[in-house]
């Protein structure tokens, strides 16, 4: 404690104080680097993993010149991340849920280690952080055969599950009927009044003003369940009023009372859903295993938060997001009283407000929620930080969400919605990182605009944030309006030799096939690399030559472009030149078919042409989002021409 508040102190100083901390973070370095094993200790009293993470807990007092490369060494950290893998299986937590938390930590599975830490120094967190799936699915089940890639409850249809009982005796037959089934109007907010001292005759009707939006997951039985469209739970009902009545609101807005049955009443009132968050008064989150853990001040309601299943899912993660932050509330039980529960504001309460002041725990737990509540759409990368690790019951109900999120009126009656949605959302996004293109799949279309995009977003490759920031800068590709990808890239040109050492990176044999017939041909093919990404071993992309083309973004930026058809995905054992040599590529520009050799092609290609690429340069955000609102307009606009239509 007291190395704490003395590093407390230093960080109200100027940087030049921060100094000894690189003297001893180099000092550390080089007697870990004499280490004979990984988690020997320097000395008999000295915890290397101990003072890694005491060092970073200070770096988070304020922004100081740490070296960072040594910030978390494997060789100390790797042992400790195993044992926390175990410890968290021993407290039943789901490891599926564990490790997704990873991937939204800032030091990714090396923050694990304090949130488990808090998880065994908590008493409430010891008692009741095990992973088991409520009652209303029948008998308690544990996640003890989760994996860390599969939580087997993940996709079950949490539209079948009874739905839940508030009463003491769980099996009361008292029914309130909200007559969803006369909701014709797709553009009414339908909030019920909660109200029962003045017209309990009215009750329950629509009303508009203040209310509360209740964000929940259907899996713990607070959904329609197997009953009737509009018929709950009397004390189901009852319980939400008495948290509603806590807040000053007199009316509550719920999907499973508030969505229309009637189809395209139900589609357009879908459309619209995230507008019910954001225009709430108040949001508050149920979720059984959050309701059953009993409060406490030791940061550990925030470590149930991340792992309950109300933070796994996609709907909750869209209803967060588009919430006020001051205004979300958090369900748990009454620590004094296991009958009575409470309502702890999510900004205000539950989240750490400064490192001093909480555990590292805390601290990362924060960091995850805070994360994704403040997460903002402006690429594909954001809405994969959001979506990569959220499921949701229906595949679809993930592409909905994404279109959502994309700012896109989602027309969820339309055949193709995944594929017609991943489109506009690509469209609108403007450019992509090239790593998406590297997906193993077989294109939604064969030739032409698009011919180089998986049939949803989910199925592309996007790389994580970190690996965006610091090696992807320059390799972004810029989608134009018929579904052309365009940017610059590393070249290898084909031997016949070369084909041997090339094999398909391929899931499915009908893309293995494409790209072997298209190496038949190899003297009209070329393989391509990012700029600067490029670890090995990984995939090359394999494409056709077609002819020279002309790319131009805007007035300022033309050049030119060798047009290529997309093929696939290939390992290969090639040498590339140490001197890289790039160049432009378009892929799905035209319907084609190749013709002349690549070397034939590539002979009339402007190689003096040394403009850079405009998709990095500061005004291009600028350019990009009008852009960006041009083609969400037209998209729009395309869709009511087509209602009108029909």
Not at 44 to 60: H, K, R
Not at 240 to 263: H, N, V, Y
Request: proline share 5%.
């Amino acid at each position: 404690m007291s190395c704490r508040l003395n590093a407390f102190r230093l960080s109200s100083k100027s940087r030049q104080d921060w100094s000894w901390i690189d003297i001893s973070f180099e000092l550390l370095v080089k007697h870990m680097e004499k280490m004979p094993k990984a988690n020997q200790k320097i000395h008999a009293n000295v915890d290397p993993f101990g003072i890694y993470e005491l060092i970073y807990w200070m770096s988070t007092l304020k922004e100081v010149p740490i070296p960072t490369a040594h910030l978390h060494p494997q060789q100390v950290f790797q042992p400790v991340v195993l044992e926390t893998s175990e410890a968290a299986q021993r407290l039943g937590i789901c490891q599926n849920r564990l490790w997704n938390l990873a991937i939204g930590c800032t030091r990714e599975q090396d923050d694990l280690p304090a949130l488990i830490a808090l998880a065994k120094t908590s008493p409430q967190a010891t008692s009741y952080i095990k992973h088991k799936e409520p009652e209303a699915r029948g008998p308690a089940l544990d996640h003890d055969v989760c994996t860390s890639e599969f939580c087997k409850f993940s996709d079950i249809n949490s539209t079948s599950v009874k739905q839940l009982h508030k009463c003491k005796t769980r099996k009361c037959n008292e029914f309130v009927l909200f007559p969803t089934s006369e909701f014709k109007r797709s553009s009414e907010q339908y909030t019920w009044w909660l109200d029962r001292n003045n017209n309990p005759k009215e009750i329950p009707r629509i009303v508009p003003g203040r209310y509360v939006a209740i964000s929940h997951v259907w899996s713990d039985g607070t959904g329609i369940g197997v009953q009737e469209q509009g018929r709950v739970n009397h004390c189901l009902f009852e319980f939400f009023t008495q948290m509603s009545d806590k807040l000053g609101c007199k009316a509550i807005w719920w999907d499973t009372i508030s969505i229309p049955i009637e189809r395209k009443a139900r589609a357009k009132a879908i459309n619209r859903m995230h507008e019910n968050y954001e225009q709430a008064a108040h949001t508050i989150v149920h979720d059984e295993y959050l309701v059953q853990f009993p409060w406490a001040d030791d940061g550990s309601p925030c470590l149930a938060l991340v792992l309950s299943p109300w933070f796994t899912r996609g709907w909750t993660a869209l209803e967060l997001i588009k919430s006020n932050n001051d205004t979300v509330w958090v369900l748990f039980r009454d620590p004094n009283d296991p009958q009575k529960h409470v309502v702890k504001n999510l900004e205000a309460e539950i989240l750490a407000s400064h490192p001093f002041e909480c555990s590292l725990g805390h601290l990362v737990a924060s960091s995850i929620v805070k994360r994704l509540r403040d997460q903002r759409i402006r690429s594909l990368t954001d809405m994969m930080a959001v979506l990569r690790t959220r499921s949701t019951s229906w595949r679809r109900d993930r592409m909905i969400i994404a279109g959502l999120l994309a700012g896109h009126q989602v027309e969820t009656s339309i055949g193709d919605l995944q594929s017609q949605l991943t489109r506009d959302i690509l469209l609108c996004f403007v450019d992509i990182e090239a790593e998406f293109l590297f997906h193993g799949l077989t294109p939604v279309v064969q030739k032409g605009g698009f011919s180089w995009c998986p049939l949803t977003i989910f199925d592309g490759h996007t790389p994580h944030e970190r690996a965006v920031s610091d090696m992807f800068v320059s390799n972004k590709l810029y989608i134009d309006e018929q579904g052309a990808v365009s940017g610059a890239w590393k070249f290898h040109t084909l031997e016949k030799k070369d084909v041997d050492k090339l094999r398909p990176y391929s899931f499915h044999i009908s893309n293995d096939w494409r790209i072997r017939v298209a190496l038949r041909s190899w003297q009209r093919c070329l393989l391509l690399r990012p700029l600067y990404f490029d670890r090995r071993p990984s995939p090359a992309l394999l494409v056709t030559v077609i002819e020279i083309g002309d790319w131009h973004i805007n007035e300022d930026y033309k050049r030119s472009v060798v047009d290529c058809q997309y093929i696939g995905s290939v390992y290969e054992e090639l040498a590339w030149p140490s001197t890289v040599q790039k160049i432009s590529i378009r892929l799905g520009i035209n319907t084609k078919d190749p013709h002349d050799s690549t070397q034939a092609v590539l002979s009339d290609y402007d190689w003096k042409q040394d403009a850079p690429s405009p998709l990095n340069e500061t005004f291009w955000v600028v350019e990009k989002n009008e852009i960006s609102k041009k083609r969400m307009r037209s998209i729009k606009e395309n869709r009511r021409l087509g209602e009108i239509e029909s």
